[in-house]
């Protein structure tokens, strides 16, 4: 349970944003879940920094949302969770380098670099999700020169292989490449696009399993399987968390009972309620 002593504290940090019982609905990629008990917008970096140390001080832990890959129960989901405002957006030259907000568009990223000549992120054009979903999926591998992370409650500058999941990525600096110095394109570790629900098994898609289970445009109240895009779910209005996870849950043991194949998915439902 937040205190309102927090509350109040939190009213108090300039450039910071504060929303109770925030539909998780508003924010998530399938616009379905229950409330938020304290949503958070943080506008600068000092923001951050105030915010999530006032919180750690109350014995709360802030859940940074870096996607809108996620899923919250119809009953809500407890704690306090923080979305990047302008402090995670925008493109900033520096001499060879490319100051990028880790919630910046990465589809932006390669238009950018496009337009400064450069090379490096071809291989990003037309993709969803952001600049921090590219990193972590492994798409920014050999062009990143460090990171701005927040790390407990200070902001501070790390290389790529000391990033940790508990550290909050602010930003991203990418080297800057003249034709033909660029890296090869990297080997994605995970989903390369933000909304898949299933995880590929070794050396299988997914989406073939999905597709070749006749599975593909299958529909359970308001929730579908995409049609063309078969490892992934539309919600066609009025559908609910439960029915999001139930499709789920029938999309796998479909498939494990064809093919013996048990597949994981990439949304782990969150907080309370079925």
């Known amino acids: 349970m937040i205190s309102e002593a927090l509350v109040e504290s939190l ?38 920094e105030t915010a999530c140390g006032l919180c750690k001080e109350a014995g709360h832990r802030v859940r940074p949302v870096a996607s809108e890959h996620f899923l919250v129960r119809d009953g809500g989901v407890d704690g306090v969770w923080m979305k990047l405002g302008a402090v995670g957006q925008g493109i900033v030259e520096r001499d060879s380098l490319l100051d990028v907000g880790a919630d910046h568009p990465v589809a932006a990223l390669a238009a950018r670099a ?55 990525l602010l930003r991203v600096r990418l080297r800057r490449f003249a034709a033909g110095e660029a890296p090869p394109d990297p080997v994605v570790r995970g989903p390369a696009y933000p909304g898949v629900v299933m995880v590929d098994p070794p050396k299988e898609s997914a989406e073939d399993m999905v597709y070749d289970a006749g599975l593909a445009g299958v529909r359970l109240h308001g929730v579908r399987v995409g049609r063309r895009e078969p490892n992934s779910l539309v919600n066609l209005g009025g559908s609910s968390a439960r029915d999001v996870t139930l499709l789920l849950h029938m999309i796998r043991d479909r ?20």
């Not at 009213?11 to 109770?20: K, N, P, Q, S, T």
């Not at 093919?259 to 309620?273: H, I, V």
Request: proline share 4%; net charge negative.
């Open 114 to 168: 496009e337009t400064l000549g450069g090379a490096g992120y071809q291989h990003l054009a037309r993709r969803s999700g952001t600049v921090g979903e590219a990193f972590i999926a492994g798409l920014l591998d050999q062009r990143v020169e460090d990171l701005r992370v927040l790390r407990g409650s200070k902001a501070t500058d790390l290389p790529p292989e000391k990033i940790l999941d508990a550290h909050m």
């Open 255 to 274: 498939i494990k009972l064809q093919t013996g194949e048990e597949l994981g998915s990439t949304l782990k439902p969150l907080g309370r309620g079925n």
């Open 11 to 48: 009213h108090d940090v300039a450039g910071l944003e504060l929303r109770a019982d925030e539909p998780a609905a508003r924010h998530c990629l399938l616009r379905v879940g229950g409330p938020i008990e304290l949503w958070l917008v943080a506008e600068t970096e000092a923001a951050v």
